[in-house]
């Protein structure tokens, strides 16, 4: 609701208070003219005289929270104006005490169902193009901002710097120690023996020449072509060996990869080995050059999709967005563990800058003038307070006619 709006209703109500004020000292009038003529008027002379004075009583409590009624300097009033400052503290205290705390919070926000609500909002087509191309119209200003000069350099620094505080060597064990977990490795060493052996069938003509070449010319042909069996023959057989899943090869190589991660793990001429690769890489002139060339390439390329009106990233980013909402829609087990990681840290982060907030209204408060602060607060309560002066008016009344009844009756 706008000022404008709590203005009119204000206005209204307090048209009406001051009216019905109006209509009892109309009445009373007219009733104490008439009173000789028709006796029974004596009820409502008492009726409209006690409620006039209920009237001015309410309206002058009303009216001295916010100013002094009739600009006169009558004391104890002003009384919002006057202590503005006070409660904006006390507004701000009972805020922080009472609104702003874990358990009010944890409460209110427990019922949400954020992920859910998410997820069927992103299952609309339309939400969600509009999110991927929300997100893919910010990606140009990201690449400027990735390009400036200043920011590329501090980029550039902060990255140097983070890398050299890594420890690669655990970073390397542990991914390697995965693999193993997984027998990667044997995969690996069976790939490997592969090759080999593709590779000896490939040359076997290479490699007869070359022994061919370097036997004694002395040495019947006969015996070198015997021998050449021979060693190839020896090779193969090594070779199925090693493909056997209880090989001592097989083993040899299982040790080998243990060993060198337990090295990578702790071992410190191994991580200086690293960072020695790792700063000789990122200082060569050809490694730098390489990756400006492929940034450059990846850049045109994404600015030049981003600006196409089908872009296949927005048409990418839009199925991905699409297929998580599916997967988190059915999936009701992860959605309660992301409500209560959400609530968790939405009452964390309110909780631990509740003071924070609190302050802010009360320096927002405090920055307004008395007339600011009189007038919101009149806005937003005033038209209630009317109530009070209708009220007073009616039940002066009733209590005037009661003493009246009662005076009588004595």
Not at 324 to 336: G, I, K, P, R, T
């Amino acid at each position: 609701m706008t000022e404008t709006d709590q203005q009119a209703q204000l206005a209204r109500m307090r048209t009406i208070a001051t009216g019905l004020l109006a209509l009892m000292a109309v009445i009373f009038v007219g009733a104490r003219l008439l009173q000789p003529a028709h006796p029974w008027l004596s009820y409502v002379t008492a009726f409209t005289e006690a409620a006039m004075v209920g009237a001015l009583a309410d309206w002058f409590a009303v009216t001295a929270l916010f100013r002094r009624p009739l600009g006169l300097p009558i004391p104890h009033t002003e009384v919002i104006p006057r202590n503005k400052d006070r409660i904006g503290e006390s507004v701000a205290n009972f805020l922080e005490h009472n609104f702003i705390t874990r358990e009010v919070l944890a409460e209110e926000l427990k019922p949400i169902n954020f992920a859910g609500s998410a997820a069927l909002w992103l299952e609309n087509g339309a939400n969600r193009r509009a999110v991927a191309l929300q997100l893919v119209s910010g990606l140009p200003a990201l690449v400027r901002m990735i390009e400036d000069e200043e920011v590329a350099n501090f980029l550039q620094n902060a990255g140097a710097k983070a890398l050299k505080n890594v420890r690669m060597g655990p970073i390397l064990a542990e991914l390697l120690a995965m693999l193993i977990a997984d027998r990667r490795h044997q995969m690996l060493f069976d790939h490997l023996i592969n090759i080999a052996s593709d590779a000896l069938q490939a040359n076997r003509l290479s490699i007869r020449q070359k022994i061919h070449e370097k036997s004694p010319r002395w040495l019947p042909r006969a015996v070198d072509d015997r021998l050449f069996a021979k060693l190839i023959e020896e090779a193969e057989n090594m070779l199925e060996e090693m493909k056997q899943e209880d090989s001592s090869w097989r083993e040899r190589f299982q040790q080998s990869a243990e060993e060198f991660i337990e090295n990578l793990r702790v071992s410190p001429e191994y991580e200086q080995k690293i960072a020695a690769i790792v700063g000789q890489t990122l200082s060569n002139p050809l490694f730098r050059e390489y990756s400006q060339q492929i940034w450059r390439d990846l850049r045109d390329r994404l600015l030049k999709d981003v600006a196409s009106p089908g872009s296949r990233t927005v048409r990418r980013l839009d199925w991905a967005l699409g297929s998580f909402s599916h997967a988190l829609m059915q999936d009701a087990s992860v959605q309660d563990r992301l409500n209560a990681w959400i609530c968790e840290f939405s009452t964390d982060a309110i909780v631990n800058r509740r003071h924070a907030i609190a302050a802010l209204v009360k320096r927002v408060i405090q920055k307004w003038d008395a007339e600011t602060v009189s007038r919101k607060f009149e806005l937003y309560v005033g038209k209630d307070l009317q109530y009070i002066r209708i009220n007073g008016t009616i039940v002066g009344g009733l209590v005037g006619l009661l003493l009246h009844v009662f005076s009588l009756a004595l």
